[in-house]
């Protein structure tokens, strides 16, 4: 009788490289939930600060990923889940610990709706990366549907960036603070587009311009980067109509452009 022999299938092994960009997005979690720590001790500086750098490591983690060749979709779930933490549960907590506690069970609702718009928003955004609705064409890619979870997060504590850079942190007003939580978390749930700035095509003739600007911005941060970052919210904040006037117009002229192909047909 003929033997049958089963080989094992070897295991290949994973090299350290893959496990970088999943540390950084780790990083980025400790970081976002440092942020409260720092509220609950009464350091805000420290808090929004740990929030901003939170943001910096989730734009890292992605990119990092790709140059590397290491993507994943374990990647990007964890990415996903930090992001809800981070912008989310975070910004949330640090609201309601500095101010909106003061307006009692009302606040600590205002708390929570912005968690659960960062959740929504962040759900859609995995629903449709993984099982698009529709084929895109190339340019929709340059536009986000609604505010992604950084921005709005950044657009939530904006009250707070501005009590830093008046140095008055004593006291925050919850109102300001719930206009900008139910502001920031209807702007992240709803279909209006935003530019994806990261997508922004630069002509050769305009990069030392850009890589003068950014040496600018830097020097701006380092010097006064409360108030800084008071202009940086402001101007994100009117870029919204904007690029969603911007994405309506492209639409109507795609949609011209498909009708008049079809009649041509």
């Known amino acids: 009788m003929q033997r049958k022999f089963k080989f094992k299938k070897k295991s290949q092994d994973i090299t350290l490289k893959r496990f970088i960009p999943n540390m950084v997005t780790l990083s980025a979690l400790c970081v976002g939930l440092t942020a409260i720590k720092f509220s609950l001790s009464g350091q805000l500086d420290f808090a929004i600060l740990c929030l901003l750098f939170s943001a910096v490591l989730d734009a890292t983690d992605g990119r990092l990923a790709r140059y590397m060749g290491v993507t994943s979709h374990f990647g990007a779930e964890l990415d996903s889940l930090a992001d809800f933490v981070n912008f989310g549960v975070s ?68 009250p707070m960036i501005l009590a830093l850079a008046t140095e008055n942190t004593g006291s925050i007003s919850p109102l300001y603070l719930v206009i900008s939580f139910l502001f920031s978390g209807i702007l992240m749930v709803s279909k209006i587009r935003t530019f994806v700035f990261k997508n922004f095509k630069i002509t050769n003739s305009s990069v030392s ?47 011209l452009s498909k009708d008049d192909k079809n009649i041509s047909d």
């Open 91 to 158: 910004p949330a907590v640090i609201g309601y610990i500095v101010s909106l506690r003061m307006i009692g069970e009302f606040g600590w609702g205002v708390s929570l709706f912005f968690i659960i718009c960062s959740g929504l928003r962040l759900a859609r955004f995995n629903s449709t990366k993984f099982y698009p609705e529709k084929e895109e064409q190339v340019w929709e890619h340059d536009y986000s549907v609604g505010v992604p979870a950084p921005a709005g997060a950044i657009c939530a504590v904006f």
């Open 209 to 255: 311009l850009c890589v003068l600007l950014i040496g600018i911005l830097v020097i701006c941060m380092m010097t006064k980067l409360w108030w800084t970052m008071v202009a940086i919210s402001i101007l994100y904040i009117l870029s919204i109509p904007l690029s969603h006037k911007r994405y309506l117009k492209k639409l109507n002229s795609s949609d």
